[in-house]
């Protein structure tokens, strides 16, 4: 097995994550599975907590906290706040995705406003929590079709559309909501949009029900004349046609690696507990042995831990990228669609391995699996990350390869 070391000034903060995982997370994982909808108040002290860790550091503990720095390139190997943010989020989503998301102030709203905001923007809006809402009815993976309006009205926006599958949502304190100023543009016209969660004109008009992190709520809006100042939009407010959609996509870099990161751990939380039970039965996995010369569960596992470290090999590639200001779309496409199918592959090769074990509820094997799947699915599919991957491979845009 590959073992890439982490830098040794991430150790403390990685260590202090797996603990949390295990003393925070762990223990309540499957009341809160089981009490959808209903918050876990546990997390409040722990985010204190985390926000303390992150003031002054350019470490991240959680979802938040990553900017894409720059270095010029000429000042070498640097280990920021994308990486330390990823080791994190891995030891994290080892305890519980799900309430990972559910983290305050630890949003992907937060990574996005990280990303692009100005200096104002992240004095007015830092400390605050934030969602992110993208989706809509009619708009998911091409996301250049969106139907929300933002109309200019003297110093304000007015915002106006529907909007679904908004993680934290309902919980957050901000939403960063993707809007068109002028449709018949196309994708240029796109901005994000800071909404706060009391603005009269966004109204909650659902929350989801749902097969994994249930733990998390998902809500769906409707954004009737909902006005907003003009210091609102996040980054350049000019339509610049040959832009395109390059600013808006640009979040997407620096929010892959992180979903990728919580594939890497939900799939690690998995393979650790089968090798457990696959000790108690009797069957060791020899790292020292070639697989064939194992038994079939062995060299399974072994297949699925090779997986598993291809998987975060490539997170933590496209996160130190990121770090060192070099461009990483492509990287991050490719972690996320490798960390997010394998997650899915090692959560159910999990449960297939250990068996009834792996099945019943009495294991928290049964809920990784279930909760693996958004992993594959959100901040862009497995299909359109490999879309993506294909097109920066051989120098297609958007209307030439879809
Ligand atoms: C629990 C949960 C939480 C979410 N949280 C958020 C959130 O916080 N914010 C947010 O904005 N959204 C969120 N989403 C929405 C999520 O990002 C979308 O579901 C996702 O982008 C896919 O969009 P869709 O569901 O409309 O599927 P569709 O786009 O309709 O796709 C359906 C299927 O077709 C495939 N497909 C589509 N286009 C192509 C193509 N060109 N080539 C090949 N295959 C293609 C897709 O990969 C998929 O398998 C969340 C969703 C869920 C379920």
Request: proline fraction near 3%; include cysteine; charge should be negative.
């Amino acid at each position: 097995m590959i073992n890439l070391e982490i830098p040794k000034k991430f150790k403390p903060l990685a260590s202090q994550a797996h603990q949390v995982a295990t003393e925070v997370f762990r223990p309540i994982s499957r009341k809160y599975d089981e009490a959808e909808h209903s918050y876990p108040k546990e997390l409040d002290m722990l985010a204190s907590l985390i926000d303390g860790m992150n003031e002054g550091s350019d470490s991240g503990a959680g979802a938040a906290g990553v900017r894409r720095e720059s270095n010029g390139g000429d000042e070498g190997n640097r280990n920021g706040s994308n990486l330390s943010t990823v080791l994190g989020i891995i030891e994290l989503c080892w305890g519980d995705v799900g309430l990972l998301l559910s983290m305050p102030r630890q949003g992907l709203g937060n990574s996005a406003i990280a990303s692009v905001a100005t200096e104002e923007q992240l004095e007015r809006y830092g400390g605050k929590w934030a969602a992110m809402a993208i989706t809509e009815p009619e708009a998911g993976s091409d996301s250049a079709a969106i139907r929300t309006t933002a109309d200019v009205d003297g110093d304000e926006y007015v915002l106006n559309g529907e909007k679904i599958f908004v993680t934290s949502g309902d919980r957050a304190d901000l939403i960063v909501v993707w809007a068109s100023l002028d449709p018949s543009v196309g994708r240029a016209a796109i901005k994000s949009f800071i909404v706060e969660r009391d603005n009269p004109g966004l109204k909650l008009d659902r929350l989801e029900h749902k097969l994994g992190i249930r733990a998390s709520d998902t809500a769906n809006f409707i954004l009737q004349n909902c006005r907003v100042p003009k210091e609102a939009l996040l980054g350049n407010p000019e339509v610049d046609v040959k832009q395109g959609f390059g600013g808006a996509m640009q979040t997407f870099d620096n929010t892959r690696p992180l979903v990728a990161a919580m594939a890497v751990g939900v799939a690690r939380a998995a393979l650790d507990r089968a090798r457990e039970l696959l000790a108690e039965a009797g069957v060791e996995v020899e790292y020292a042995l070639p697989a064939l010369s194992q038994t079939a569960a062995a060299a399974r596992f072994l297949e699925m831990e090779a997986d598993f470290e291809a998987a975060r090999l490539l997170t933590l590639q496209a996160a130190w990228m990121a770090d060192n200001g070099k461009p990483n779309s492509l990287q991050a496409s490719m972690a996320k669609a490798k960390a997010g199918r394998t997650c899915v592959e090692v959560a159910l090769g999990c449960v297939e391995l250990c068996g009834a074990a792996g099945y019943g509820e009495d294991e928290l094997l049964e809920k990784w699996a279930r909760d693996a799947k958004i992993l594959d699915i959100f901040e862009g599919t497995q299909q359109i990350q490999l879309l993506i991957v294909a097109r920066q491979l051989l120098g297609k845009n958007s209307s030439e390869l879809r």
